[in-house]
């Protein structure tokens, strides 16, 4: 089980994670989701001792990632999956991760199978690899020891179609066998179909947390529809009430309560067509609702908070493997 408990993270002035506090139970894939910026990278790094804290910590099964007596027999990681020696072959970057973490050299052929890449493939020099390769090599230097712990950031990036039903299916199978995973990634949809927990965080906050299925109800459960003769000037009359409309392809999407729009729209006298509490949500459309305003790469918005704590550079900066 990983716990973060009130994890905070400065550069300077600037806030990366602010107060940060979530858990990641076995037997489930948990999803951590926000736009750029928004400290989910900063956030794993100092999962796995890559970065420091300002304050807080993460612990499994209540001990940190440093002071475990073997990291990577618990822990698999991948972080950055073109994190890998570019003259070396993909089986010598496992066969030294194995060395490293005291395995046999037949686990090698062991995860080359498990992720698909084939001994003429393995055979190549990690700079002629394609992302995908890339990735499926990341994945399988992070299965190594086969630990019960895997984080992962953006695992699905560079694979196509079939390789990303692929990892969703590695990633479901090792939750049901009992192991507890952590998945970062932008791409919603892929999350929403694997993720049994969700975390939601922007601007290095949390902005929500829990089951997929509750924490959808509990963001919809605000939610109102609606349809008047003029939806732009009863966006803006919402606005200026402090409520957020986006349109919906029928009329707009506000988060505020039926009677509450109803009200703003009376006050403006602008007749309705329709109004109903929304029926549900996709975790793309909730996913934009919460985060709107945080995304740190917007046209006048402030830079994105850089992921890499010099406190670190001692480390290996491109973590793909959790090896000590």
Same mark, same amino acid.
Request: proline share 4%.
């Given at each position: 089980?990983?716990?973060?408990?009130?994890?905070?993270?400065?550069?300077?002035?600037?806030?990366?994670?602010?107060?940060?506090?979530?858990?990641?139970?076995?037997?489930?894939?948990?999803?951590?989701?926000?736009?750029?910026?928004?400290?989910?990278?900063?956030?794993?790094?100092?999962?796995?001792?890559?970065?420091?804290?300002?304050?807080?910590?993460?612990?499994?099964?209540?001990?940190?990632?440093?002071?475990?007596?073997?990291?990577?027999?618990?822990?698999?990681?991948?972080?950055?999956?073109?994190?890998?020696?570019?003259?070396?072959?993909?089986?010598?970057?496992?066969?030294?991760?194995?060395?490293?973490?005291?395995?046999?050299?037949?686990?090698?052929?062991?995860?080359?199978?498990?992720?698909?890449?084939?001994?003429?493939?393995?055979?190549?020099?990690?700079?002629?690899?394609?992302?995908?390769?890339?990735?499926?090599?990341?994945?399988?230097?992070?299965?190594?020891?086969?630990?019960?712990?895997?984080?992962?950031?953006?695992?699905?990036?560079?694979?196509?179609?079939?390789?990303?039903?692929?990892?969703?299916?590695?990633?479901?199978?090792?939750?049901?066998?009992?192991?507890?995973?952590?998945?970062?990634?932008?791409?919603?949809?892929?999350?929403?179909?694997?993720?049994?927990?969700?975390?939601?965080?922007?601007?290095?906050?949390?902005?929500?947390?829990?089951?997929?299925?509750?924490?959808?109800?509990?963001?919809?459960?605000?939610?109102?529809?609606?349809?008047?003769?003029?939806?732009?000037?009863?966006?803006?009359?919402?606005?200026?009430? $402090?409520?957020? =409309?986006? !349109? /919906?392809?029928?009329?707009?999407?506000?988060?505020?309560?039926?009677?509450?729009? %109803? *009200? @703003?729209?009376?006050?403006?006298?602008?007749?309705?067509?329709?109004?109903?509490?929304?029926?549900?949500?996709?975790?793309?459309?909730?996913?934009?609702?919460?985060?709107?305003?945080?995304?740190?790469?917007?046209?006048? $918005?402030?830079? =994105?908070? !850089? /992921?890499?704590?010099?406190?670190?550079?001692?480390?290996?900066?491109?973590?793909? %493997? *959790? @090896?000590?």
């Amino acid at each position: 089980m990983i716990v973060a408990n009130q994890v905070s993270k400065q550069y300077g002035a600037a806030h990366a994670l602010r107060d940060v506090s979530f858990g990641c139970e076995r037997g489930r894939v948990t999803g951590l989701l926000g736009p750029n910026g928004a400290g989910k990278s900063t956030m794993m790094r100092i999962m796995v001792g890559l970065s420091r804290p300002s304050a807080g910590a993460v612990t499994f099964d209540g001990v940190p990632y440093v002071q475990l007596p073997s990291p990577g027999h618990v822990v698999g990681v991948m972080l950055d999956a073109g994190a890998q020696h570019g003259g070396r072959t993909g089986a010598e970057v496992l066969t030294l991760g194995a060395r490293s973490l005291g395995l046999p050299t037949r686990r090698v052929k062991e995860v080359l199978d498990l992720v698909g890449l084939s001994t003429a493939e393995a055979k190549r020099r990690v700079r002629a690899y394609s992302l995908g390769m890339r990735q499926r090599l990341g994945i399988a230097h992070a299965l190594l020891a086969n630990p019960e712990v895997l984080i992962f950031d953006e695992p699905a990036n560079g694979l196509d179609p079939s390789g990303i039903r692929w990892i969703r299916q590695l990633l479901a199978d090792h939750a049901q066998a009992g192991g507890t995973v952590l998945l970062s990634s932008h791409l919603i949809h892929e999350v929403e179909l694997v993720a049994d927990d969700l975390v939601l965080i922007g601007d290095g906050r949390v902005l929500a947390t829990g089951t997929k299925q509750d924490l959808l109800n509990d963001l919809t459960s605000t939610s109102t529809q609606v349809d008047s003769d003029d939806n732009r000037a009863l966006a803006g009359a919402l606005a200026a009430a $402090g409520h957020q =409309a986006r !349109p /919906d392809g029928i009329g707009l999407t506000v988060n505020a309560e039926p009677a509450a729009v %109803g *009200a @703003v729209a009376a006050a403006q006298r602008i007749a309705l067509k329709h109004l109903s509490r929304a029926a549900g949500s996709s975790l793309e459309e909730e996913f934009f609702r919460l985060t709107s305003g945080t995304a740190r790469e917007s046209v006048g $918005g402030s830079a =994105a908070v !850089p /992921d890499l704590d010099p406190s670190s550079r001692q480390h290996d900066n491109n973590l793909t %493997g *959790a @090896v000590r």
